[in-house]
């Protein structure tokens, strides 16, 4: 879950959960509000019921009764019950609704001076009224129609008003979350174009006086001290090996003037075509290093010219058995774009050969037949070189390592190498916009796969 979800979830939780509070309180209050307001209500009828009952003399029963019925409107489905002190009824309104009532309940409302209670729709109270030092108890009944009528319609709108408010604050939430955090957004995939290779990029500051201005300034300063180190690095790395190649140069061609002195001693041969062979290897280094100097300090993609890749492999391929004349290299080029042939690619040829060469040298190194299979596979978009040889292979934790500096794979112990030459194929790869993949088709299979954009 990113920091938008979780801001907004966190929102819209809290947010429902306080509507939730605030509108269950409206409805419980009102709720009760009716409720007091019918008791009131039932509680003023019963006192004058039973005061024009026992008071007004000239008030008969049958004369209450018909009061009681002109005034039954007031409360819907009214019923009125009047009992004395020996719970005995004395008066019983007109209405058809009926009371449950027992001795029991009588009782209670003689303890406790009040009772009230709901029963279907109907609310009851009950109530002991003294009148002229003569206690009296009252049962009532109504129908609080209107209230109900309300209460019901204040739920659903409670309820209308809940659901369109959590739609709402969700749908806000996340816009407004979004919205507010767009710039880190922004700033994310600015930083992500951002790589060894182009380092001196800065990110632009908004100019606001806000947390990511202050972010994007530190990262700034942070990218300023990095792309020093990095600079300071690859001088010295261009500047020594530069300056070792000329005494490597002078030591490889001393030695080989010896070598060839007619009265050097036979015991001193040996030794010295040892020393000249790790000359030579140290030299590789050098140049080496030199090649990766020289990649990663370029900036900008150089104007490529067009290339035959066809051409650079059969160079590479006669450079390489100059020197390994036991070397076996099968071909194949399979067009799948059903138009002519279209072998042409944008790039140094120098520089291509210098990593083409590597790959089938390394191939050739690590084989067990000593052959080599290269296939070009042309596609409409791009073409795909694969460069194959049987033998032992890597461990599989080893793979995705191959290619870094001084870095060698478990299959490459038993010979002589500094863990340079894929380090230096892959940068001169990347220099080109191109990709290059290391693969195990099978058991006993090293494949690279290198696909260059046409």
């Given at each position: 879950?990113?920091?938008?979800?979780?801001?907004?979830?966190?929102?819209?939780?809290?947010?429902?959960?306080?509507?939730?509070?605030?509108?269950?309180?409206?409805?419980?209050?009102?709720?009760?509000?009716?409720?007091?307001?019918?008791?009131?209500?039932?509680?003023?009828?019963?006192?004058?019921?039973?005061?024009?009952?026992?008071?007004?003399?000239?008030?008969?029963?049958?004369?209450?009764?018909?009061?009681?019925?002109?005034?039954?409107?007031?409360?819907?489905?009214?019923?009125?019950?009047?009992?004395?002190?020996?719970?005995?009824?004395?008066?019983?309104?007109?209405?058809?609704?009926?009371?449950?009532?027992?001795?029991?309940?009588?009782?209670?409302?003689?303890?406790?001076?009040?009772?009230?209670?709901?029963?279907?729709?109907?609310?009851?109270?009950?109530?002991?009224?003294?009148?002229?030092d003569k206690n009296y108890i009252v049962l009532i009944s109504a129908?609080?129609?209107?209230?109900?009528?309300?209460?019901?319609?204040?739920?659903?709108?409670?309820?209308?008003?809940?659901?369109?408010?959590?739609?709402?604050?969700?749908?806000?939430?996340?816009?407004?979350?979004?919205?507010?955090?767009?710039?880190?957004?922004?700033?994310?995939?600015?930083?992500?174009?951002?790589?060894?290779?182009?380092?001196?990029?800065?990110?632009?500051?908004?100019?606001?006086?806000?947390?990511?201005?202050?972010?994007?300034?530190?990262?700034?300063?942070?990218?300023?001290?990095?792309?020093?180190?990095?600079?300071?690095?690859?001088?010295?790395?261009?500047?020594?090996?530069?300056?070792?190649?000329?005494?490597?140069?002078?030591?490889?061609?001393?030695?080989?003037?010896?070598?060839?002195?007619?009265?050097?001693?036979?015991?001193?041969?040996?030794?010295?075509?040892?020393?000249?062979?790790?000359?030579?290897?140290?030299?590789?280094?050098?140049?080496?290093?030199?090649?990766?100097?020289?990649?990663?300090?370029?900036?900008?993609?150089?104007?490529?010219?067009?290339?035959?890749?066809?051409?650079?492999?059969?160079?590479?391929?006669?450079?390489?058995?100059?020197?390994?004349?036991?070397?076996?290299?099968?071909?194949?080029?399979?067009?799948?774009?059903?138009?002519?042939?279209?072998?042409?690619?944008?790039?140094?040829?120098?520089?291509?050969?210098?990593?083409?060469?590597?790959?089938?040298?390394?191939?050739?190194?690590?084989?067990?037949?000593?052959?080599?299979?290269?296939?070009?596979?042309?596609?409409?978009?791009?073409?795909?070189?694969?460069?194959?040889?049987?033998?032992?292979?890597?461990?599989?934790?080893?793979?995705?390592?191959?290619?870094?500096?001084?870095?060698?794979?478990?299959?490459?112990?038993?010979?002589?190498?500094?863990?340079?030459?894929?380090?230096?194929?892959?940068?001169?790869?990347?220099?080109?916009?191109?990709?290059?993949?290391?693969?195990?088709?099978?058991?006993?299979?090293?494949?690279?796969?290198?696909?260059?954009?046409?």
């Amino acid at each position: 879950m990113n920091l938008k979800q979780r801001f907004s979830l966190t929102f819209s939780l809290l947010f429902s959960l306080i509507l939730a509070t605030l509108l269950f309180v409206l409805f419980t209050m009102f709720s009760n509000y009716r409720k007091i307001e019918i008791q009131n209500r039932l509680v003023e009828k019963a006192q004058t019921t039973v005061k024009l009952l026992v008071e007004v003399k000239a008030v008969d029963y049958t004369l209450l009764k018909l009061i009681d019925k002109e005034t039954i409107n007031n409360l819907y489905n009214e019923k009125t019950l009047i009992f004395n002190d020996s719970l005995g009824l004395i008066y019983s309104s007109i209405d058809d609704a009926v009371i449950n009532w027992d001795t029991t309940m009588l009782k209670k409302v003689q303890a406790e001076g009040y009772l009230y209670k709901t029963e279907n729709e109907y609310d009851i109270v009950g109530k002991s009224i003294k009148h002229l030092d003569k206690n009296y108890i009252v049962l009532i009944s109504a129908e609080d129609k209107f209230g109900n009528r309300n209460l019901v319609f204040l739920k659903e709108l409670v309820i209308v008003a809940f659901l369109a408010g959590l739609i709402l604050v969700w749908l806000l939430s996340f816009y407004f979350s979004k919205q507010a955090l767009l710039p880190l957004d922004v700033f994310k995939n600015k930083v992500q174009n951002i790589s060894e290779n182009n380092l001196s990029t800065r990110l632009e500051n908004t100019g606001k006086r806000d947390e990511i201005s202050e972010l994007t300034a530190a990262f700034n300063t942070m990218i300023e001290r990095i792309d020093k180190s990095f600079q300071y690095q690859k001088s010295f790395v261009g500047n020594a090996s530069h300056e070792l190649r000329t005494p490597l140069s002078k030591i490889s061609a001393q030695l080989e003037n010896l070598m060839q002195n007619p009265d050097l001693p036979q015991k001193f041969e040996k030794t010295l075509s040892s020393m000249k062979e790790d000359t030579q290897q140290l030299s590789d280094i050098v140049t080496s290093l030199l090649i990766l100097s020289k990649l990663e300090n370029e900036t900008q993609v150089r104007n490529f010219s067009n290339v035959r890749i066809d051409e650079i492999i059969f160079s590479s391929a006669e450079f390489l058995r100059k020197y390994h004349s036991d070397c076996k290299i099968h071909f194949e080029i399979i067009n799948e774009t059903g138009y002519e042939d279209r072998l042409e690619i944008k790039g140094d040829e120098a520089l291509l050969k210098i990593a083409i060469s590597n790959l089938l040298k390394n191939a050739y190194l690590y084989s067990d037949n000593k052959e080599i299979d290269i296939k070009i596979i042309q596609e409409k978009q791009d073409i795909k070189l694969f460069i194959s040889n049987e033998g032992d292979v890597p461990d599989s934790n080893d793979t995705e390592k191959l290619f870094g500096s001084f870095v060698r794979g478990s299959n490459a112990i038993p010979n002589r190498g500094f863990g340079l030459g894929l380090s230096i194929v892959k940068r001169i790869i990347q220099y080109h916009k191109a990709e290059i993949r290391y693969m195990i088709p099978s058991p006993r299979c090293n494949q690279m796969q290198l696909t260059f954009k046409i």
